[in-house]
């Protein structure tokens, strides 16, 4: 069994959208203040952007008002668009960095027009036994092939939230792809989330990794378990709405920044009254309500077909209709019927 199927990613390219937050001292920001900074997982010029004034006084220790404002002078004055405008033009490049990475099925890469694509949120739901969490055991060796085997060339980062990563079935599917169990293995960081904030904690974590530019994927399984745990009942339903708001505006962010799929699963819960309206109508609705339906850039359903099968229905996106593709769980992870 080969090694030759998975990328060096060690010497990965630099992308010139990927800005260093160490720039800003050329701007008179001191290396103290940049250290703070980065101690907080903000090591970008973007990541510092997108922050509110409001934030960086409240949660980096030493910062005051006066330099919060200087950071942000210099951060304005790095940026390419310091207005913050793009032409439709510009945005095409931008968007060029855009790759698809294959799922392991074609007949749900035909209907995702290629993968899952990067830069943006993909959030897969259903009910048990459907395979949510063994689409995201064969995407993490995947996101490893080669471009051109429909991969992304690149590491992955996996946030279990509910104990079902299985290294054993990571072997499993690298095995089918050709690629070298062990490499396959050491190209996946692994974390198991023990609360919500220590979910939101993982990704400043994860930020100096992602800057490397060797990630492609970032898989949370499932993103919401610990916040339908650690808050309860209606009124604690604000709270976590915004906490659950602040922490997909985060992985949003990662994912146009460090150009990355990120895979969200997440659990549905039984809805009566749809079905009592409409006899057509599913039962089922995914958790975590509009908050986390409008972060999804795309949405896909996830139910149990006839026999063995699977099908997956595109209910949400900006760029694929939708459709409807049937897929199996195999030893090498999902994959088409006919290879059953």
């Not at 062990?182 to 198991?192: F, H, K, M, P, T």
Request: aromatic fraction near 6%.
């Amino acid at each position: 069994m080969g090694g030759g199927s998975v990328v060096d990613f060690s010497g990965s390219e630099e992308d010139p959208f990927i800005m260093d937050i160490d720039m800003i001292q050329a701007h008179g920001i001191s290396a103290a203040d940049i250290q703070k900074l980065k101690a907080n997982g903000l090591c970008t010029i973007n990541s510092v952007q997108v922050r509110t004034r409001k934030w960086l006084e409240k949660n980096i220790r030493g910062l005051s008002d006066v330099k919060v404002g200087k950071i942000k002078d210099a951060i304005k004055k790095t940026l390419p668009n310091s207005d913050g405008f793009l032409t439709g033009a510009e945005l095409l490049e931008v968007r060029k960095r855009c790759i698809r990475i294959s799922t392991g099925s074609k007949q749900l890469d035909c209907i995702l027009l290629g993968g899952f694509q990067t830069m943006s949120v993909t959030e897969i739901y259903g009910e048990f036994r459907c395979g949510k969490t063994q689409l995201a055991h064969t995407m993490s060796v995947v996101a490893q092939l080669p471009k051109e085997m429909g991969g992304g060339e690149g590491k992955v980062a996996y946030i279990d939230t509910e104990g079902t990563f299985r290294p054993e079935r990571i072997l499993q599917i690298a095995e089918r792809f050709g690629v070298n169990p062990g490499v396959a293995l050491e190209n996946i960081s692994y974390a198991r989330g023990a609360n919500s904030e220590h979910q939101m904690e993982l990704l400043d974590t994860l930020a100096p990794f992602f800057a490397t530019n060797e990630y492609r994927l970032l898989v949370i399984d499932s993103v919401m378990a610990l916040y339908r745990t650690d808050y309860s009942g209606r009124g604690e339903l604000s709270e976590r709405q915004q906490a659950l708001g602040q922490y997909l505006r985060r992985l949003t962010q990662m994912a146009e920044e460090f150009n990355l799929v990120v895979l969200l699963t997440n659990q549905v819960q039984s809805d009566p009254g749809a079905s009592a309206l409409f006899a057509a109508a599913d039962g089922r609705k995914p958790i975590g309500g509009h908050t986390l339906a409008h972060a999804s850039t795309t949405r896909i359903l996830l139910r149990k077909g006839r026999g063995e099968e699977r099908v997956a229905k595109i209910i949400d996106s900006p760029d694929c209709a939708e459709r409807e593709a049937t897929y199996i769980i195999t030893n090498g992870g999902i994959d088409d019927p006919e290879k059953a």
